[in-house]
């Protein structure tokens, strides 16, 4: 299977790992990394996406953050801003030519609310490219879910776009224990859709 996911306990390292893998390959990379935003106290306050190309940490400080209009998630009154997803070039990697591959951090959230979000993330997923990234697990969704008071299709359209993502992906249950193995089989994979594409080329 061409596409790679980890999944896990929030906080375990899965996005660190993501980078760290792909440090040398990400400028042609594209699709989108969700970077946590951490206020003056060390709380998580928002989350905002970035291109795979311009990340090097999976959180900034609030305050340092330059791209306010991509933050999608503020805890602040519980602003959400779906249009984010909506309005992102998937396609859109430091490399002018055509990108290697694809990161998602991280699938199966709230951008499943908004049906052309789902429809270009699909389109990505489906499009012989490899994706690699994290999908939400099923406890972290229904997590997120509650606290954020999400509407009952959510849980519909995750359990849905779960299932696809299964058929046509290796999606790796990672944990603290096994985060060497978690690196090797991401390399492991990398390094064969490389050589493919390569050999495609």
């Known amino acids: 299977m061409r596409n790679f996911f980890f999944e896990g306990r929030s906080g375990i390292g899965k996005t660190s790992l993501i980078l760290e893998a792909t440090e040398k390959i990400r400028r042609y990379c594209a699709g989108y990394i ?5 206020d003056s ?5 928002g989350f905002q996406l970035t291109l795979p190309s311009e990340t090097t940490k999976p959180q900034i400080s609030l305050e340092l953050s330059s791209n306010i209009e991509n933050i999608f998630f503020r805890k602040k009154q519980t602003f959400i801003n779906l249009k984010v997803f909506e309005n992102w070039d998937y396609n859109n990697s430091a490399a002018s030519e055509k990108p290697h591959f694809f990161i998602f951090d991280e699938l199966g959230g709230m951008e499943l609310l908004n049906s052309r979000a789902t429809e270009k993330l699909t389109e ?3 499009s012989g490219i490899c994706c690699i990234g994290v999908l939400k697990s099923e406890t972290n969704s229904r997590r997120m879910a509650e606290n954020l008071s999400l509407p009952k299709k959510y849980t519909v359209f995750y359990n849905e776009f779960r299932e696809m993502i299964s058929r046509n992906s290796t999606v790796f249950q990672m944990t603290e224990q096994n985060r060497a193995i978690a690196a090797q089989q991401l390399k492991n994979h990398l390094n064969n859709i490389e050589t493919e594409r390569k050999h495609e080329g």
Request: proline fraction near 0%; aromatic fraction near 0%.
């Open 124 to 126: 990505c997923l489906n």
């Open 34 to 38: 969700s970077v946590k935003l951490i």
């Open 41 to 45: 106290i060390g709380n998580i306050a």
